[in-house]
């Protein structure tokens, strides 16, 4: 299947920084990419859609101040979490829908990031 | 967007089929039924997807019946490392992106 790349795996910061997640689609185009959110013995939870070329789409609830998106190309899409404090500490999952293809239609996941504030 | 409802969890043992049944009752006209496996601290992992009757991969087979109102995602002699998360979901794939994930199946398979 496709493979979807996410950057960094675990990442650790002090409150008041801010961190960049990066997510790639290595051997296809996705014009839209997804952001999910998922806390321990949870199920995901769909935080925006990022469309290339073009704002990203955000789910009732989360702030897009706070949560920046920027989908530059059409391989790469980045969250970027502002400001972080330890409440934003979760796991970071992209996702990337194949358009064209025997995997049409079908959303591929990155690995995930951990991200833990201090 | 469809509702869906499937077993919070459930238990087997190494060999035997385990099937997983997912109820989706008010399911649109293009929505395709897809389903993930989540391992701890992993992203989900496409296992299969369908629209209808039945469609069988090298990992699993999903049985749809002719009303499509459920679906059953079926593991051949699933062994430990099948122990996972197993996600349903339902969507038009072709006018909505989004993937929205319910509480999944949580299988645990022992020796």
């Known amino acids: 299947g496709a493979v979807v790349s996410q950057h960094p795996s675990w990442v650790i910061c002090k409150s008041g920084t801010s961190v960049k997640i990066e997510c790639r689609s290595l051997?296809?185009?996705?014009?839209?990419m997804f952001w999910y959110r998922q806390f321990p013995k949870q199920s995901l939870m769909l935080m925006a859609t990022s469309n290339e070329g073009s704002k990203a789409t955000y789910e009732q609830g989360v702030e897009k101040d706070k949560f920046l998106i920027n989908h530059a190309s059409l391989t790469l899409s980045t969250l970027t979490v502002t400001s972080a404090h330890p409440e934003d500490s979760s796991f970071y999952i992209c996702?990337?829908?194949?358009?064209?293809?025997?995997?049409?239609?079908?959303?591929?996941f990155g690995a995930g990031t951990r991200l833990s504030v201090l | 967007l469809a509702k869906i409802t499937q077993p919070i969890s459930m238990d087997s043992y190494e060999g035997q089929e385990v099937n997983i049944t997912c109820s989706h009752n008010?399911?649109?006209?293009?929505?395709?039924i897809t389903w993930y496996q989540q391992f701890p601290s992993q992203g989900p992992r496409f296992i299969i997807q369908g629209y209808k009757t039945k469609v069988t991969n090298e990992v699993a087979s999903l049985f749809i019946p002719a009303d499509r109102k459920s679906s059953t995602l079926s593991l051949p002699r699933v062994s430990l490392s099948d122990t996972a998360v197993y996600y349903c979901l339902v969507g038009d794939t072709d006018n909505t992106d989004k993937l929205i994930f319910g509480t999944g199946t949580r299988l645990q398979v022992f020796p």
């Open positions: 996702s990337a829908r194949v358009v064209e293809g025997l995997a049409k239609n079908i959303q591929y």
């Open positions: 008010n399911i649109a006209t293009n929505d395709y």
């Open positions: 051997d296809f185009q996705a014009t839209t």
